[in-house]
């Protein structure tokens, strides 16, 4: 039986897309797929469908200019982060943000740079909630 997906999240092809629009900022079906990864060869009338989901999700919206669809993100790709990020915290984390951070501090990939910014990241927030 078929998952459904929730429409307030993307799928990976969805978000390949939105991630080649929210490079260029607005664009054609043509314009966008420019802009993605370019091993993986997709037919126009496949993005066209895909961006014709993305309005229907919400994700986007579509301006008529001379015979071509515009496409417009509707929302930033730090708003979809974070909301992703709420969402994982939740459904993986028990809703506990520091289990999360906890667990990406624990990824051995993380190199000791990567660590130092994160805790530049964390003091800056701290000394802005002091204030």
Not at 9 to 24: K, R
Not at 61 to 79: C, F, H, I
Not at 88 to 96: I, P, R, Y
Request: without cysteine.
């Amino acid at each position: 039986m078929a998952r459904k997906h929730d429409p307030d999240f993307l799928t990976s092809v969805e978000l390949e897309f939105m991630n080649g629009l929210w490079t260029i900022g607005s664009g054609t079906v043509r314009e966008i797929m420019a802009n993605m990864d370019a091993a993986v060869d997709r037919a126009y009338t496949s993005g066209a469908t895909v961006m014709r989901i993305l309005e229907q999700k919400g994700f986007v919206s579509s301006d008529k200019k001379d015979r071509a669809l515009v496409y417009s993100p509707q929302l930033s790709k730090n708003e979809y982060q974070g909301r992703s990020i709420r969402q994982m915290s939740k459904s993986l984390f028990d809703g506990a943000p520091s289990a999360l951070v906890a667990r990406l501090v624990d990824d051995e990939m993380l190199t000791d740079d990567m660590i130092e910014q994160i805790r530049n990241m964390l003091d800056n927030k701290l000394e802005k909630s002091d204030d």
